[in-house]
């Protein structure tokens, strides 16, 4: 009967720790809405403002929101048609 407790808890820590768990990387998108105003917008749902510079330019290697490695991505702005 012990056996069966015990293993029973050792599943319910498991998945406990896999709830709790975060990502393993968090993407921080720059956004276009604000014309270069420094707004950031994180793959677990915040957004953050820089008065200057990236994420990695402020020093930020994790998300503050979530704890997750923080993977930046450049806004590109579409190529103009060519007619």
């Known amino acids: 009967m012990n056996t069966l407790k015990k293993q029973g808890n050792n599943i319910l820590d498991t998945q ?7 990502e393993t990387e968090c993407i921080w998108s720059q956004d ?3 014309d270069g105003d420094g707004n950031w917008n994180s793959s677990c749902g915040e957004t953050f ?31 103009e048609d060519e007619e």
Do not use: Q, V
Not at 16 to 22: G, Q, T, V
Not at 63 to 74: A, D, F, Q, V
């Open 49 to 79: 403002m820089f008065i200057d510079d990236t994420p990695k330019g402020n020093g930020m290697k994790f998300c503050c929101y979530c704890g997750s490695r923080l993977i930046e991505k450049l806004y590109e702005p579409e190529p």
């Open 32 to 34: 276009d809405a604000y």
């Open 16 to 22: 406990r720790r896999e709830e709790k768990a975060p």
